[in-house]
């Protein structure tokens, strides 16, 4: 009993102090660690929603530019067998040829040329920025800082106080609860054990059950058994 009038004393007092702050959300007030944390999920969110939209404007534009060329490129292509197909014809009659027509087509999506090139990176100048911007500002989110997510300031012993007072609230969230990896090791080594013949048996059924996973949601049902110091 002393313990619970203790805890509820320390969950009014808390309760008090934040009552004395600014609220971030409406019907009532949050910690600050949980408003900040929010704005983090949030802000972050926004920009990968950016930087995803950025990315997608400029796959789309270089696409389209690659699409382009390709269909110039057959254009081109096909004009060129056709002139070799013309010259092989006048010469098979003995005509005489245009000088123009002994003049190779280029294929401009095989061979392009440098102003060919600059004028499609300079056509995507702008979504480059643009992505450039997008992804410089994600990577600026993935801070910690408290001063990228909010103009009100919060001082770090607020958030440290909060922190400890989450711990007080759950304590059983400390118990330290072995690994599932570290389990599945153990199970490995009893069947390399059994396989082997160890202790005479031979048989699955001769191995001890395996270990339970405790599961912090099935202590705190039984919390009222467990005394805490």
């Not at 979504?127 to 600026?140: G, V």
């Not at 609230?169 to 090791?185: D, F, M, T, W």
């Not at 001890?208 to 805490?228: H, K, Q, T, W």
């Amino acid at each position: 009993m002393d313990m619970k009038k203790a805890r509820a004393s320390q969950v009014a007092t808390h309760k008090a102090k934040l009552n004395a702050r600014l609220s971030f959300q409406k019907g009532g007030s949050i910690l600050a660690s949980d408003a900040l944390a929010q704005k983090k999920v949030k802000a972050r969110k926004a920009a990968e929603e950016k930087l995803k939209k950025a990315q997608t404007a400029v796959t789309r534009a270089e696409n389209k530019a690659k699409e382009d060329l390709r269909v110039k490129g057959v254009a081109a292509r096909k004009a060129e067998r056709d002139r070799v197909k013309t010259i092989q014809e006048h010469q098979a009659l003995g005509i005489q040829l245009a000088p123009e027509i002994w003049i190779p087509i280029r294929d401009p999506q095989k061979n392009p040329t440098a102003e060919e090139t600059e004028a499609i990176r300079i056509s995507h100048q702008s979504l480059y920025d643009k992505l450039a911007q997008e992804q410089a500002e994600y990577n600026l989110l993935q801070s910690d800082d408290p001063t990228l997510f909010t103009d009100i300031p919060i001082d770090p012993a607020i958030l440290a106080e909060e922190q400890a007072f989450q711990a007080r609230q759950n304590p059983l969230s400390q118990i330290a609860v072995r690994g599932a990896s570290e389990e599945l090791e153990e199970a490995d080594q009893e069947m390399e054990g059994i396989e082997e013949g160890e202790g005479g048996c031979g048989m699955v059924l001769c191995s001890s059950p395996p270990m339970s996973v405790a599961s912090i949601d099935s202590i705190a049902e039984n919390a009222d058994f467990i005394s805490l110091e």
